[in-house]
């Protein structure tokens, strides 16, 4: 440790035999220092103590007990996989920076959920990859990057052993055990470093993974390889494993050589990097001996001193790596009980769900519709992006605590699997009286009436409740006399299956229809309306049967009759993102909706203005939709909490009537 600069306070938590490497190599740290230990169990706790003495002020205790010292500047976390995402998050709301021995958590949407809490708190969040700092992996990769054998092609990493039983947390799925997520992440990671380096970036993720295995009688992976593809046609072959042994090593291949690592994750005494070049003589690099938990000890405290970001193992790379992870493990067919479609999955801290308790950015702000007794919330969820119910967990939670109330989901998303997902939500955590459902079916080809009650059914029943709030059709059918689709929604509306309803990619002039047989029938008719509606005017539709708003005659119409309209794709399929330039025609479907000379005077002016608000064009976008005269809830489809927390950001844009005419081109001042 260095005698000059202020020592970093160390508290282990989970004094196991991986916190004893830990503990054995911190000393050798530049300023870190050991000072407390927290265990479920207090002997475990006082046993590891005695064994590395701690330094002033010494608490050894249970986890909270030493999460609540303000003599503790970070913790190191090593209990068993599941233990990890709990006690980080408890750990950064307590001020402590966090590193977390990988895997960081089980799958990638607890992942996703630490991440997230990680950046709110201003506090480091580290997965543990010790190796990643260890001079050998460093210089490799500098090898990598600077061409030493020519162009990547192809990465060989293993990481298996035996251990000669089926005993112990490796093969219990409460644990996430078995050798994927325990040093199958090893091998993976080494792929995507490399394949970073090559790219001269952190990390690469992959394009592709196709994995094979054997789950044991315990169920977890006992045996388990996967063929990976990378950005810049590399290829990796990985192999991992707890009941069968395969040499620890890993080989790069390039065009012009190869790098062979006999040693890349023990890390023991001297290491040798060997280094072979076509018509060269081999080279044996030696690297001396290092302490990389030292390392990657220092990496945390220098960020937490700095600008809060460890370069080589970012939070973005530790979600891809979790991502890549989750498709190794569906690939052969593993999904723990405990992160199941049909689990009891909590929050990420174990903490009841709180409406509006995280505000990160705008506050969300409400609306009211006809017929719905509950705030509205004025975004949307999109409910057909969720890979999971781990996942769609953390999306959700995480909506839900910003003050999201309202939720989209339709009869054909993914098949009814995302109602699924989405039912279960709401019954885990007890909000189906505080949130607002809107349900829809009736897609083309099944837009009847008949249609429309069998899926309403089977969309209740998959998300196991007796009533949407809001109802709408998918889609018109204009060989329907539009008295029929009104006549069955009324049906089901006075027998308490939705509380109001409309259409989605109906026409003005289908709705007036509609409303105008519902006055003379004494029936209740449209008060939502979902069409495409944006800041870009679309000079066609993205689907076939798809409707737009975007054109004057469909805005004066809304303004006039005062319906509620639900935008799908205000941020017109990306064109405010950065990804519309008029000579970039890569995106067929981009061009054919939005580019126009106008459209790309809409961005400009969109940037103008994010550039005076300090905020992006697609805020600027979001924000011309939520200004309208007439009022709008627009969806939104995130698929990542990081994106969901930018889709906000144009709550807090305030725009004038001047503003949304010189956006929408129906002036040349403001």
């Known amino acids: 440790m260095s005698t000059t600069s202020t020592p970093f306070r160390w508290a282990v938590l989970g004094p196991g035999s991986i916190a004893r490497r830990f503990a054995t190599q911190l000393p050798s740290s530049q300023d870190g220092v050991l000072v407390a230990v ?16 701690l330094q002033e002020p010494g608490i050894i205790g249970g986890y909270e007990e030493v999460l609540a010292s303000d003599q503790v500047d970070a913790v190191y976390i090593s209990t068993v996989h599941t233990g990890h995402a709990r006690l980080a998050a408890a750990a950064l709301d307590a001020g402590k920076h966090v590193l977390c021995e990988k895997p960081m958590t089980p799958n990638s949407g607890t992942t996703m959920a630490l991440n997230d809490l990680a950046a709110r708190s201003g506090k480091v969040l580290l997965e543990a990859y010790m190796y990643r700092f260890h001079p050998q992996t460093v210089r490799v990769l500098e090898l990598v990057a600077d061409g030493a054998i020519g162009e990547v092609t192809h990465v060989d990493a293993s990481f298996a052993f035996d251990t000669g039983g089926r005993s112990g947390r490796l093969f219990e799925t409460a644990t996430a055990g078995g050798g994927i997520l325990d040093v199958g992440c090893y091998p993976l990671s080494f792929a995507r470093f490399v394949a970073g380096a090559a790219q001269r970036t952190a990390f690469a993720d992959p394009t592709a993974l196709r994995g094979s295995g054997t789950i044991g009688e315990t169920g977890v992976d006992e045996w388990a390889s996967a063929e990976v593809t990378l950005p810049g046609d590399i290829t990796a072959s990985l192999r991992t494993g707890v009941r069968l042994a395969d040499p620890q090593t890993a080989t790069i291949t390039g065009s012009r050589g190869v790098i062979r690592l006999d040693d890349p994750w023990g890390l023991g005494e001297k290491q040798v990097i060997e280094l072979d070049v076509v018509g060269e003589q081999p080279q044996r690099i030696e690297i001396p001996s290092a302490a990389p938990y030292a390392l990657e000890a220092d990496a945390l405290a220098r960020a937490a001193r700095g600008d809060g970001v460890v370069p080589e193992v970012t939070l973005e790379n530790s979600l891809g790596q979790a991502r890549a992870l989750d498709l190794w493990r569906e690939q052969i067919g593993l999904r723990y009980p405990f ?30 519709i006809p017929g719905v007794d509950k705030k509205v919330s004025r975004l949307v969820m999109g409910c057909d992006n969720q890979m999971n119910l781990a996942h769609a967990s953390a999306m959700f939670d995480a909506f839900y605590e910003i003050g999201g109330t309202t939720f989209d989901t339709a009869y054909i998303y993914g098949g009814g699997y995302v109602e699924r997902l989405f039912g279960k939500w709401v019954r885990n955590r007890g909000v189906r009286d505080d949130v607002v459902v809107i349900t829809k079916g009736a897609h083309t080809p099944h837009c009847d009436p008949e249609s429309i009650t069998r899926q309403l059914e089977e969309s209740l029943d998959r998300q196991g409740t007796d009533h949407a709030d809001l109802y709408m059709m998918h889609r018109d059918n204009l060989e329907v006399p539009v008295g029929e689709f009104v006549d069955v929604m009324d049906e089901h509306l006075r027998a308490g299956r939705f509380r109001a309803y409309g259409g989605s990619n109906w026409t003005p002039e289908r709705v007036d229809e509609a409303n105008d047989y519902a006055r003379r029938n004494g029936r209740t008719g449209f008060t939502i309306l979902s069409n495409h509606f944006g800041l870009a005017q679309a000079l066609d539709v993205p689907w076939a049967g798809c409707v737009h708003a975007t054109d004057p005659d469909s805005k004066a119409w809304l303004q006039e009759r005062g319906i509620a309209l639900l935008p799908w794709s205000s941020q017109a399929r990306g064109f405010f993102t950065g990804r519309a330039h008029p000579d970039d025609l890569s995106d067929p479907e ?81």
Not at 38 to 53: I, N, Q
Not at 343 to 359: F, N, R, Y
Request: proline share 6%; charged share 20%.
């Open 339 to 368: 992160e199941a479609d049909d689990a009891d999955i909590p929050t990420l801290t174990g903490a009841p769900l709180v409406a509006g308790s995280v505000q990160s950015g705008p506050a969300m702000t409400y609306g009211s």
């Open 38 to 53: 927290g265990s479920s169990s207090t002997e475990r706790a006082r046993t590891f103590a005695e064994e590395f003495p």
């Open 590 to 670: 981009l061009v054919r909706c939005y580019y126009s000379e106008e459209n790309f005077e809409r961005l400009a002016r969109a940037r103008t203005l994010g550039e005076e608000h300090g905020v992006p064009a697609t805020a600027i976008a979001l924000a011309f939709v939520l200004h309208q005269k007439f009022p709008t809830f627009p969806l939104f489809g995130p698929r990542s909490i990081a994106e969901m927390r930018s889709s906000t950001l144009g709550l807090g844009v305030e725009l004038t009537q001047a503003d949304l005419d010189w956006l929408d081109l129906a002036s040349e001042t403001r």
